[in-house]
């Protein structure tokens, strides 16, 4: 997504639940019908999104459902128990299947590689519900959030959701190299967010993550708008990456399909949980705030901070569900119009 696309994104999500949590509405012939008589688009009405899911999901899973309903969609889980995926049959055929016959896909795999052969033979629009290299929906949730918590002090902004009040932050991510910082790298710096991060030796950069990360960086540069796009500095020093930060970011240090290296991840993260400590030590801003896409152990974050009156995390879960609803709107509006035009 381009900067521009990501801050369309996040005006239509903050729109959603605008109106969708202040306004009295109710469900009136399946469509969410508002008390001024006016209806949500139904932009998915009729159509059925499959949530293939070959791991485990609360707010993903939640958030998609919901909001194909708010939309008036059909989303139908696809567990790994539900189908023949993986036991008895391949993930070509399983795209090829399930792509005859639903109009989109999201999907959460293990391997990047799958999210992508998905796209290229299913046929339909393929959401990334997490790989193990990204967690694209998850980062425009985290970026909803930051505004909320950062608002713009400008009152000229016509955006809900003003990305600009980002530009000069600086974001401390403490823990694993992993898909979610991954995603934070390609989105961030782009933003002119200054991402500062602390990993155990040994977990090192995605290459490819930083690749696209940098050239991402040098569109932004080249482009020559208004935001001083930022950067990033990698360190192995909890300490050091929390130095003067806005937002103090973790995540588990177990992700899903790691579970083997449990033991010798929890002895290599040691000196790695955020505390209150840790922030004041490191000399944070006073005011910090703590973001964790959940779900949370407590070996990464206390429960003093994860519980405390610095954390966002409940609002960040929950919007999870407006940024989805968003990005179906978006992806199917995109796709009807392709089939209209393709058809006449
Ligand atoms: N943050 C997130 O993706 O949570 P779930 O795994 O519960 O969907
Ligand atoms: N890094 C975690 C994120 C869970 C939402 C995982 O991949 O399990």
Redesign the pocket.
């Known amino acids: 997504l381009s900067t521009s696309q990501i801050q369309a994104l996040l005006n239509n999500a903050a729109n959603f639940k605008a109106s969708l949590t202040a306004h009295n509405h109710d469900l009136v012939m399946g469509a969410v019908a508002f008390d001024d008589g006016s209806e949500l688009e139904q932009t998915l009405k009729n159509k059925t999104v499959a949530l293939l899911f070959t791991k485990?999901?609360?707010?993903?899973?939640v958030a998609s459902e919901t909001s194909a309903v708010a939309l008036g969609g059909h989303p139908m889980f696809l567990g790994p128990s539900d189908i023949q995926l993986g036991v008895n049959e391949s993930l070509y055929d399983t795209a090829k299947v399930v792509g005859s016959m639903v109009d989109g896909i999201m999907a959460r795999v293990d391997g990047h590689e799958e999210v992508e052969l998905l796209a290229q033979h299913a046929g339909v629009p393929v959401i990334n519900a997490?790989s193990d290299l990204y967690?694209p929906t998850?980062i425009l949730a985290d970026l909803l959030t930051m505004v909320e918590a950062f608002p713009t002090n400008t009152s000229s902004s016509k955006s809900p959701a003003c990305l600009s009040s980002l530009a000069g932050l600086k974001v401390a991510w403490v823990g694993d190299s992993n898909n979610i910082l991954n995603d934070m790298l390609v989105a961030l710096p782009r933003l002119g967010i200054h991402l500062s991060v602390a990993t155990p030796k040994g977990y090192d950069r995605n290459e490819r993550v930083w690749g696209t990360m940098q050239d991402g960086i040098e569109e932004e540069r080249k482009k020559g708008g208004s935001v001083t796009v930022a950067g990033v500095d990698w360190s192995n020093d909890p300490k050091e990456a929390v130095r003067d930060a806005d937002i103090i970011v973790t995540d588990t240090w177990i992700s899903m399909g790691e579970e083997s290296s449990k033991e010798q991840r929890l002895r290599d993260f040691s000196g790695f949980q955020v505390t209150e400590a840790l922030g004041r030590e490191g000399g944070a801003k006073t005011d910090w705030k703590f973001m964790h896409?959940?779900?949370r152990k407590s070996q990464e974050v206390d429960d003093e901070v994860f519980y405390g009156k610095r954390s966002i995390v409940f609002p960040e879960?929950e919007n999870?569900k407006w940024t989805i609803m968003s990005v179906f709107e978006w992806v199917f509006r995109v796709a009807t119009r392709a089939q209209h035009e393709q058809r006449n």
């Open positions: 485990r999901s609360t707010r993903t899973r997490l967690h998850q896409c959940l779900p879960a999870r």
